[in-house]
């Protein structure tokens, strides 16, 4: 779906909907060395977005620190939403 976000070393690539899906997942690539890092998804139970790295994959604390970011608007637009009440269906309460 193309790349929404970039900063120092990191790209994040929303990917579309999967059958069933009401929220998007997000691919973490490394645009310096071309590597797809982790993924960003949902976590239902946990009422949050969570990254999910790939196995044996070192990242800097910097890294960390943007993915933390990314993940921090994410969770600002899932809020504004749950106060509209338009994430029923979607770990949250609706209205």
């Not at 900063?7 to 997000?26: D, I, T």
């Not at 977005?49 to 994410?74: E, N, T, W």
Request: charged share 30%; glycine share 12%.
């Amino acid at each position: 779906m193309g790349c929404i976000g970039t900063s120092n070393h990191l790209e994040f690539r929303k990917l579309p909907l999967k059958k069933g899906q009401k929220l998007h997942q997000y691919t973490v690539n490394n645009h310096s060395l071309y590597q797809e890092i982790g993924i960003i998804h949902w976590r239902g139970g946990w009422r949050q977005y969570v990254f999910q790295a790939y196995p044996k994959m070192d990242m800097s604390r910097s890294c960390h620190k943007q993915i933390d970011g990314f993940i921090d608007k994410l969770m600002e637009k899932w809020k504004k939403k749950e106060l509209l009440g338009e994430n029923k269906d979607v770990g949250g309460k609706g209205k």
